[in-house]
Structure formats: structure tokens, C-alpha cells
């Protein structure tokens, strides 16, 4: 051997590894150290009351004048160091307070996986594999602890006259539990009845997820039958993270059960753990711990810097650390308030177990929160001073705009409440988002513009539904919006004005939060506005390839239609297409019509292109160049799916309604790629002309 001696070192009473072989080769567990840290006698008389540390030198010179030392060498291995005292631990063996956990995990373990009838729901259900390994191999809990604080354990020591040994626990048959030192001293005189003995508490205190495991019912007032207890207990929901699943949240389950007669909870959701942008996991050593006030309130880099020197930090951390977020924050972190960065964990979540939180993305729902503060003071200008809101509100006879907008607005309502019932916060967060940004703000306070521009009588009840409409929308949307942003949620709906004679709830919080209305939804509406806005986005793609300089102008369009009713679509909405494209005139084609000349060209779908006028000559090679690289992707989509199709067991496997789709797909893309060989014919034809 080129390494030690070939000898194994057993100590069972000093190791934890050893420990363990001690047990399985019914090997003397020997104690060589006392409660201070000194050596006791059976750890040699002429050692005995040294130190540990003075020990271990005594030891060497021992063995030197024996001529028994063979030198030293240094290895690296793990020490155990006391968290608060930075000392190192020595394990030792010492009496303990034990729980049989067997019947209460498999209660616990019942609850969450009776098929039949579960008691509770774990959130996400990956984490119910977790649970039910760690009960199926429950091991007895130790509940004590040699520590100075925590809850001293219930229990005492009859130390009696004649004892030989005076130490508290030196028999194990003299011990009395009771809920207080009055009920112990009775408990004792009835066990030991004749006997004169004196009454000690054990020093020792419950392991915190013991007294932590009662929370559930000592909040209530537990033991005690309360009325709170009797009210509210078991309660609904625990939101903790999944890393204490069974540390706690079973330990909590199991003593429930057991002690309260019940599951303390009926839904547990797990969140994930929050770690830096780069997925490393938060440590004051490295000095990318973040803290979230400093998130809402900003901070500078020096007073980053500042706080890591109030720590316990070595020069060599201290440096790194530095180093760390001069990298992460160069500028600091600049304010974005409890709502940003409310909103932007909820919508982390959907990051499997870890959130990997940068702050930028935080910022940036900060500046969200600015545009929804300038849409709503907009708004607000549109529906003026001496607006009352109607008692009711009918879709029947409002603009087209308006009915879009409120059944667009029932779906984001139907999403955000399914998503918070069934807890996929990240999927609620991002349907409010999506509404209020992309179809609120982008589109219906767009589109309603003209009806506020000039003051047109015939505009007058399109103007008078828009003003409704619109405040219909904010006050629905402030209270879907406010459990993921109640703060600015709160001040602005307190902004909006009420309706008349009703009475309004004095706050956001206390207002019901949004259902569905059954008269909103309208799917044709919602089909005609998807129409819209994929003509709308190909006239913007057109524009941003325009010279810098002529972007901003309004420009005349033209739309060609393949199929009469795209075409009676399209002209019905001729006002909505060219107030979101920032068009100066719309002119609706048929396919029999000649293409435009002097235009730039874009296909929409199989039934629709797009042309924008432009100043100068068209460079007809660029446009046919961008034509060709759209054909050969549709061209590549059709291949694939021709393939898919004509696979051996493709009519055996696939199923009817999915066939149908496919080949309803195919027929839609062969005709988009037809219509892209005509665009593409119309300006070869006016290249021949110029």
C-alpha cells in the first residue's frame, strides 16, 4: 500500500459513520469526552481533564517516548463547524427523546395517495414521488436537542434519595411527561408513590420542526379546544418551498393528524427556489444574496458594496463578492417596486423547481407598470370629467371594436380564474398580461381613437359605447390585475369614477373579483378580428422595411382578396385596418382586379396580400428575393406534412378528426404558396413594364 497502514480506525461513540457499524457489529460504544470538551478517564488517566486540543498533543508526545510515532501527513477532509460559534464539532453520543413516526407516515402517506378519496393535493404533482419516498422509509424522529433555545421538552427527571447516580437521566424508568411542572409533580406521585424524589426538567429542547410541526394547531389556540380551532382548522392551503416537503409539511401532516384528528391542510403548493440570473444558488460568501427590499427600493452599487463589509466576510470572500455584483449590478439596482417584483416571481413559476431571477426582467415589468399608469390616465381623458357609467351594459348594438374587445376580455377572465384554481400562477399572470398589453393597449385604445378625434354627430353613439366600453374594461381589468400587482391596481381603480346611485366597495381588495358574462363572448367577432390584425401586421412589416425617413408618413394600401368573403371582411373594417396601420386610404381589391403598381408586396394567407405604397422605384429583385425565401419555408412546411400523411400506417393510426385537420392545413398552405407565385408573377410583370 502507498497510503496509511492498512488499519481502520473504529470510534462508534465519536463518528457517525461509525456509529452506524457500531450497531450493525454490536461493537462498546466508549465516550472518551465530557459535555465541556475535555477528556474524561476512560479516555486514559494520564489524559484525563486535558482539553481536546491539548490532548491531541499530549497524545503525540506520548507515543514519541513510547517510540511508537511514525511522522505525520495532511489530508483534506470535511469538519463539521458549529454555524453561530464557527467551532468545530465533535459528535458525541448522547440520550435523546425518540418518535415512532410508522403509523402517522403512513396517515400522512394515505392522505396524499388513497386514490379512491385523497385528503390532500400536493402542487406541483412531481413532488408527490418526493413525499412518498420519504414515508415509505420513515426512520423514528429524534425530537431533542442539546441547544439554549427552543422549547424546553415537557419532560422530568424523579431523581430519588437513594439514587447512586445523581444525573439527570441516569435511569430510564424515572422519567415523568406532562404539560406543566404542577401535572408532572402529580403524574409523579401516583408512578412513585412512598418514594421521596425530586422533580428536574430535562435541559434539552424540541428539534424547531417539532415545534414548528404544531403550528397548524397551536395557532389556534391548541391544545385548548378554541373556538378558532373548531372554526378554522383544518385550513385550506400551504404555500412553502419544496425543499423543507418533508422536513416540515409532513412533519406538520403527520402531527395534524395525529394530534388534531385531522389533515392540517387540504392543497399544498410548492414554490420554487429563487437563485441568481445565472442559476447559482444564493450565498452570502458569494455575495449574490438579493435582497427584495433593496429590489423595490433600489440601491446603489457602493451601498451593495457597503453592506457586504458589515459582514462576516474574509478578505478573500469579501473580494469575490465585490467582484460578483459589480459584474451582476455595474450600475446597482435600480427601483422597481413591490408590484414588478411581485409580478415577475409569480411569473418565474412556471421554471420548473428553480427560478433563476434576473433583475432586468423585473425592470422590465416596472416599466410595464409606467405604460399601464399612462393608459389609464389616456383612458381617462377619453371618458372625461362628467362621465357616469351606465347600470348596464349590452353588446347587441356596439361597434364592432367594442364587442371584440369584451369577448377577448371574457376569455382572459375564464384563464386567469382556471389558472388560479388549479394554481398555475405563471399561465394567470401571463393571460392578464396578454390582454392588457397586446389586445387592450395596442389595439382597442388605438382603434376607438377616431371616434374621439373630431367632434362628429354621427359618431356620437360609437363614441358614447366607446366611453363604456372602456370603462367597463378598466375596472374588470384593474381587479384581474390586482392579486398579481395590488398596489398600483388599488390607486387607479380608486381613480375610475362609479356608477350612479350604486355603492361602491371602499376597496379593490374587498370588490368581487371578475366572472365570465355569458353575452360577451362572440367568436365571429373574435375570428373577424384575427383577420384584422394579420393584414394589419404585414402592412407594419412593409412599413419598417421603408427607408427611415418615410416610416412615420401615412401611406396609401391596397388589400387583394382571393375569396368574396375576405373581401366583405376586410371592407366592413376598413376604418379599424387604417387606424392600426397608419394608413392614409385602404383600397380593397378583388382577384380579378390588376395588382398596384409601385408597391411593396406581402401575402397575408391563402386568401389575402397586402401592397403599401412607396416613394421611388420598387427594387423589384429584393422583393422577389424576400418572395422566394417565403416560398421555400412553405414550400419545406408542405413537403413535411406530405410526408407525414403519406406514411404506411398513417390512416391506420391517426385519428379521423386529425386527418382532417392536416388536410385542411396542406389545401391552405398549397394555396398561400399559389398566391406567392402570383405576387411574385405581378412584379416580374412590372419590372418588364418600368
Known amino acids: 500500500m502507498n497510503v496509511g497502514t492498512g488499519a481502520v480506525k473504529i470510534t462508534p461513540a465519536h463518528d457517525p459513520n461509525d456509529f452506524k457499524v457500531g450497531k450493525r457489529h454490536n461493537l462498546e460504544f466508549i465516550n472518551i469526552f465530557t459535555d465541556d470538551g475535555k477528556i474524561n478517564k476512560k479516555g486514559g488517566p494520564e489524559f484525563a481533564g486535558l482539553p481536546r486540543y491539548e490532548a491531541r498533543v499530549a497524545v503525540t508526545e506520548a507515543l514519541k517516548e513510547k ?54 393535493e400536493i402542487i406541483p404533482k412531481q413532488y408527490v414521488a418526493e413525499w412518498q419516498r420519504w414515508l415509505e422509509n420513515i426512520h423514528d ?125 387540504k392543497k399544498v403548493y410548492l414554490h420554487p427556489m429563487i437563485r441568481d440570473a445565472h442559476g447559482k444558488k444564493m450565498s452570502k ?73 434576473d ?36 353588446p347587441a348594438g356596439m361597434p364592432f371594436s367594442c364587442k371584440w374587445i369584451l369577448s377577448v376580455l371574457n376569455k382572459a377572465i375564464s384563464k386567469t380564474v382556471q389558472s388560479l384554481d388549479s394554481c398555475e400562477f405563471s399561465d394567470a399572470a401571463t393571460a392578464v398580461y396578454s390582454w392588457w398589453q397586446f389586445q387592450l393597449c395596442d389595439v382597442f385604445i388605438e382603434v376607438i381613437k377616431p371616434y374621439f378625434s373630431a367632434n362628429d354627430p354621427s359618431l356620437a353613439s360609437a363614441r358614447r359605447y366607446a366611453q363604456d366600453t372602456l370603462w367597463l374594461c378598466l375596472d374588470y381589468g384593474l381587479r384581474l390585475l390586482h392579486p398579481f400587482m395590488p398596489f398600483i391596481t388599488e390607486e387607479l381603480w380608486q381613480r375610475l369614477p362609479s356608477k350612479k346611485d350604486s355603492l361602491r366597495k371602499e376597496s379593490i381588495v374587498i370588490s368581487e373579483y371578475p366572472s365570465t358574462v355569458e353575452c360577451w363572448t362572440d367568436d365571429g367577432v373574435e375570428s373577424e378580428m384575427e383577420m384584422i390584425e394579420s393584414v394589419v401586421k404585414s402592412l407594419r412589416s412593409l412599413r419598417s422595411q421603408l427607408a427611415p425617413n418615410e416610416r412615420h408618413e401615412r401611406r396609401a394600401a391596397f388589400v387583394r382578396c382571393r375569396k368574396s368573403d375576405a373581401c366583405e371582411i376586410i371592407k366592413k373594417h376598413e376604418l379599424e385596418i387604417a387606424t392600426l396601420a397608419t394608413l392614409s386610404s385602404l383600397n380593397v381589391l378583388s382577384e380579378r382586379d390588376d395588382a398596384p403598381l409601385g408597391c411593396k408586396v406581402d401575402v397575408v394567407n391563402e386568401a389575402l396580400s397586402v401592397f403599401l405604397t412607396q416613394k421611388g422605384n420598387i427594387d423589384v ?70
Request: proline share 5%; aromatic share 10%; hydrophobic share 35%.
Open 67 to 120: 517510540g511508537l510515532y511514525r511522522g505525520d501527513e495532511d489530508y483534506k477532509m470535511s469538519i463539521s463547524i458549529c454555524s453561530r460559534s464557527k467551532d468545530v464539532v465533535e459528535p458525541l453520543i448522547k440520550p435523546q427523546w425518540y418518535v415512532n413516526c410508522k403509523s402517522m407516515a403512513q396517515q400522512g402517506l394515505d392522505a396524499v395517495m388513497d386514490e379512491t378519496n385523497p385528503k390532500m
Open 621 to 690: 429583385e429584393a422583393e422577389l428575393e424576400k418572395l422566394r425565401k417565403k416560398m421555400e419555408d412553405i414550400q419545406l412546411q408542405c413537403d413535411s406534412l406530405k410526408k407525414k400523411m403519406s406514411a404506411p400506417s398513417y390512416q391506420e393510426k391517426v385519428p379521423p378528426n386529425i386527418r382532417e385537420l392536416d388536410d385542411t392545413k396542406l389545401a391552405s398552405l398549397m394555396q398561400e404558396l399559389l398566391s406567392f407565385e402570383v405576387a411574385s408573377q405581378q412584379l416580374g410583370r412590372q419590372s418588364s413594364q418600368s
Open 359 to 394: 433583475i432586468q426582467r423585473v425592470v422590465g415589468y416596472r416599466q410595464w407598470c409606467n405604460k399601464l399608469w399612462n393608459a389609464i390616465r389616456f383612458a381617462m381623458t377619453k371618458l372625461g370629467d362628467d362621465y357616469t357609467p351606465p347600470a348596464e351594459i349590452v
Open 285 to 357: 460568501s458569494d455575495g449574490n444574496v438579493i435582497d427584495p427590499l433593496e429590489v423595490i427600493n433600489g440601491i446603489t452599487l457602493e451601498n451593495l458594496h457597503k453592506r457586504l463589509e458589515e459582514g462576516n466576510f474574509n478578505p478573500t470572500e469579501l473580494k469575490t463578492a465585490k467582484e460578483g455584483q459589480k459584474k451582476d449590478f455595474p450600475k446597482g439596482i435600480p427601483e422597481c417596486g413591490a408590484d414588478a417584483l411581485r409580478f415577475a416571481l409569480v411569473s418565474y413559476t412556471a421554471q420548473s423547481d428553480k427560478i433563476n431571477l
Open 141 to 265: 424522529w429524534c425530537i431533542s436537542r442539546q441547544l439554549w433555545w427552543g422549547h424546553q421538552v415537557p419532560a422530568w427527571y424523579a431523581m430519588f434519595e437513594d439514587d447512586k447516580k445523581k444525573v439527570i437521566g441516569a435511569y430510564n424508568n424515572q422519567w415523568v411527561v406532562a404539560r406543566n411542572e404542577e401535572d408532572a409533580q402529580k403524574e409523579a406521585n401516583r408512578i412513585f408513590a412512598g418514594k421521596k424524589f425530586e422533580l428536574f426538567q430535562d435541559p434539552d429542547v424540541l428539534d424547531t420542526w417539532f415545534s414548528s410541526g404544531l403550528f397548524p394547531l397551536s395557532v389556534f389556540g391548541w391544545p385548548d379546544n378554541t373556538e378558532d380551532l373548531r372554526a378554522f382548522y383544518p385550513t385550506s392551503v400551504l404555500e412553502t418551498g419544496h425543499d423543507i416537503l418533508f422536513f416540515w409539511v409532513a412533519r406538520m401532516v403527520m402531527l395534524g393528524m395525529k394530534l388534531g384528528g385531522d389533515i392540517p391542510f
